[in-house]
């Protein structure tokens, strides 16, 4: 069978879940109605000293979420990183994105920028099938949240945005010609030069590395949700997505290390990576990457055993790539819809 086929099947799998889960939807009364706050958090610490220096305390950041917003606010941002997420790992193991029934919504619905030729999003021609099984079944598990946001979120979810997966040189969004952002971060982080590109769907190696920078800062996303939200079918149903990516991003960063042994780039090019995001979103450094050959980083917690996170405005920082306060640009080159938009800036 095709890997298009195999993923349609994995679409029907998705639809089961959600014809499952329509009972506890029924439970949540509509999101608009349930109020709350939310400081989306994230990961932890990754200065030099060896082994690892314990990162600082949970706390909100410098810019914190706003508050009075509801939990409909809540579940749209996390919504918004979702289609993120969803259609890369989409158009990673089939060569398409998420279904056109799920970008609907409120607000300015947008596509998904792939870009031309070298870096354009596409489906990985993977040599690992032990990495391809991976991807397969993490783009399913995205595909479902993304459901089932939208049914808990009913006639009050938001659409997708503009988002560009493209690690192309330059692509179009509108009048402007904005750099791909995988190749707009991985230039950042110094991971390529000036001008050169980095393509996450050229390789095993680039994909994992793709996967890095997005599902790193959606687990830290999620963190904050389990402490602010104030409906308790909300809050058991978002614990249940943050355990979900939690699993996600330890075999993205266990799958990393161990290739790392025979390639040991890779643990510079995390390191950089980390780094870069850490100067994204301010102070203090929320950051860890993934050790080196000795000794290993694979579950990027607190002295405690907890998850970290970062604020609203600090995840956006880091997905627009802008360490400035500002409403769009890097892989949401429009912004985002919803209320939780901007920004935290410096």
Request: charged letters at 15%; a negative charge.
């Amino acid at each position: 069978m095709s890997d298009k086929m195999e993923f349609l099947d994995l679409m029907e799998r998705a639809e089961t879940q959600r014809q499952a889960r329509r009972s506890f939807i029924r439970l949540c009364g509509g999101a608009a109605a349930m109020t709350g706050g939310l400081s989306l958090l994230a990961a932890c610490d990754d200065d030099d000293d060896p082994p690892f220096p314990p990162p600082p305390p949970p706390g909100p950041g410098p810019s914190p979420t706003p508050p009075g917003l509801t939990d409909a606010d809540v579940l749209n941002f996390a919504l918004q990183l979702e289609y993120l997420e969803g259609n890369y790992y989409s158009y990673a193991v089939s060569g398409q994105g998420i279904p056109a029934a799920l970008q609907t919504g409120t607000g300015a619905q947008g596509n998904v920028v792939t870009g031309t030729g070298p870096g354009a999003a596409r489906q990985v021609s993977f040599t690992d099938p032990v990495l391809q099984q991976y991807a397969r079944e993490i783009a399913f598990d995205e595909i479902g949240h993304i459901t089932f946001l939208r049914n808990a979120l009913g006639s009050a979810a938001v659409a997708q945005p503009v988002i560009n997966l493209s690690g192309s040189a330059t692509i179009t969004v509108g009048n402007t010609t904005p750099v791909g952002a995988f190749t707009a971060a991985a230039r950042a982080a110094g991971v390529v030069g000036p001008n050169a590109i980095f393509d996450p769907f050229a390789s095993d190696e680039n994909f994992l590395i793709g996967s890095y920078l997005l599902t790193d800062v959606g687990v830290s996303a999620y963190r904050g949700a389990a402490r602010l939200i104030t409906n308790k079918t909300f809050l058991e149903a978002s614990a249940g997505i943050l355990a979900t990516e939690c699993y996600h991003d330890g075999v993205i960063r266990a799958e990393l290390w161990r290739r790392g042994l025979t390639a040991p780039s890779i643990y510079s090019v995390i390191a950089q990576v980390s780094a870069a995001r850490d100067a994204l979103d301010g102070t203090p450094d929320l950051d860890q990457d993934i050790g080196n050959a000795s000794v290993a980083n694979l579950i990027p917690t607190d002295p405690g055993g907890l998850v970290l996170g970062r604020t609203a405005p600090q995840v956006l920082n880091i997905v627009y790539l802008n360490p400035a306060s500002t409403q769009g640009g890097g892989f949401f080159p429009t912004g985002v819809n919803g209320t939780i938009r901007s920004s935290g800036g410096p």
